[in-house]
């Protein structure tokens, strides 16, 4: 069954460094999102992302957070200056046109 | 706005017996998607089932049926036969024709007593 991927798993890096979270979505699906999930609090949404541009953003996806999709396969999710609330799971999910969202095992952040 | 409301936050059953997880939802929209999610201890999001608003009849997938009563806005999720693998946290989530996101409620986290 296809699969959308994550790399990394974990990553732990330092207050105020720069971090790319990447995915590998589902190849034929257009749609494309990033959620994260602070320790034991709901899946919030961050962004999606059709047709090479942004659809929708939340309120959490200020400057400091950009997507890219740099070729036919990553969609890559950066956070400029890390901050310690930036602590989460980060999913990346894509969905095809019948409303059938994939989501990847998750990325965990850890801020320091 | 969407809300999804997963009014319990804790639910436990006996190993082989039926639990219903509730869920309500509110929104102005005719058309739209309802799922469940099951997060184990992995923090892997695993889709379990889901339901297009415009069917009238109630998805099934094995032993996970839903109650969809679209009038009440409501949504639960019956496990038949539990089993210690049905451990885990579920999710209720909302989409609808046309909206990019899925909207999450808050989770009940599901125990399996042996």
């Known amino acids: 069954e296809p699969e959308v991927t994550q790399t990394p798993s974990h990553q732990v890096t330092q207050m105020g460094q720069e971090v790319i979270l990447r995915c590998v979505p589902i190849?034929?699906?257009?749609?494309f999102y990033w959620y994260r999930q602070i320790l034991g609090q709901k899946v919030e949404f961050l962004v999606s992302?059709?047709?090479?541009?942004?659809?929708?953003k939340s309120e959490i996806f200020d400057d400091q957070f950009s997507v890219e999709r740099p070729d036919g396969s990553n969609f890559t999710l950066k956070i400029r200056s890390t901050k310690l609330e930036d602590s989460a799971m980060y999913f990346c999910?894509?969905?095809?046109?019948?409303?059938?969202?994939?989501f990847g095992s998750g990325t965990r952040l850890t801020v320091v | 706005a969407q809300t999804v409301t997963q009014s319990q936050p804790e639910m436990s059953v006996q190993e082989a017996e039926t639990v219903t997880l509730s869920c309500t939802y509110d929104?102005?929209?005719?058309?739209?998607?309802l799922f469940w999610y099951k997060q184990p201890p992995s923090r892997q999001m695993i889709l379990v089932i889901r339901?297009?608003?415009?069917?009238?009849q109630n998805a099934t997938e094995n032993r996970f049926s839903v109650n969809f009563q679209k009038a009440a806005k409501s949504f639960s999720l019956k496990i038949s036969d539990s089993q210690l693998g049905d451990a885990a946290m579920y999710f209720c989530?909302?989409?609808?024709?046309?909206?990019?996101?899925?909207?999450f409620g808050t989770g009940t986290r599901l125990t399996i007593i042996p």
């Open positions: 999910a894509s969905r095809d046109s019948n409303y059938g969202y994939t």
């Open positions: 992302f059709y047709n090479n541009e942004i659809s929708e």
């Open positions: 339901q297009e608003a415009y069917k009238q």
């Open positions: 190849s034929n699906h257009l749609y």
């Open positions: 989530a909302y989409s609808y024709f046309g909206n990019e996101k899925l909207t």
């Open positions: 929104t102005s929209e005719s058309d739209y998607y």
